[in-house]
């Protein structure tokens, strides 16, 4: 079983960055891939950016060229820098662990407002 837990989130500012991450129980190099996901109010869940263990990476349209995933394996944590924040970044914010079989993470909310 692996355990995720994501942090970072809160209110943040139209504009404005925030940090998100996502700390795992297990070794990150063991995962086929991670993963983040937002779901907003009344939305279905959506795949915010990924990255695999040999390190290619995709974003969503709507958040190109604004966040951007990385990992630290020695930390075993993911992160998702997110910048020029705009308040439809609004949602819960999940972190997503492959190892074959799927984990999850409790989510962490982030609201941009001003």
């Known amino acids: 079983q692996v355990q995720l837990v994501e942090s970072g989130g809160g209110l943040g500012q139209p504009g404005g960055p925030r940090k998100l991450s996502c700390a795992a129980s297990?070794?990150?190099?063991?995962?086929?891939?991670m993963g983040w996901y937002r779901q907003a109010p009344g939305k279905q869940r959506e795949l915010v950016a990924s990255i695999t263990t040999g390190g290619s990476i995709y974003y969503v349209d709507s958040v190109k060229g604004r966040f951007t995933i990385s990992r630290d394996t020695a930390k075993n944590t993911v992160y998702l820098q997110m910048n020029s924040l705009k308040p439809e970044d609004t949602a819960v914010y999940y972190c997503?662990?492959?190892?074959?079989?799927?984990?999850w993470g409790q989510g962490t909310q982030v609201t941009v407002s001003s």
């Open positions: 297990e070794t990150i190099s063991s995962m086929k891939g």
């Open positions: 997503k662990a492959d190892r074959g079989y799927v984990y």
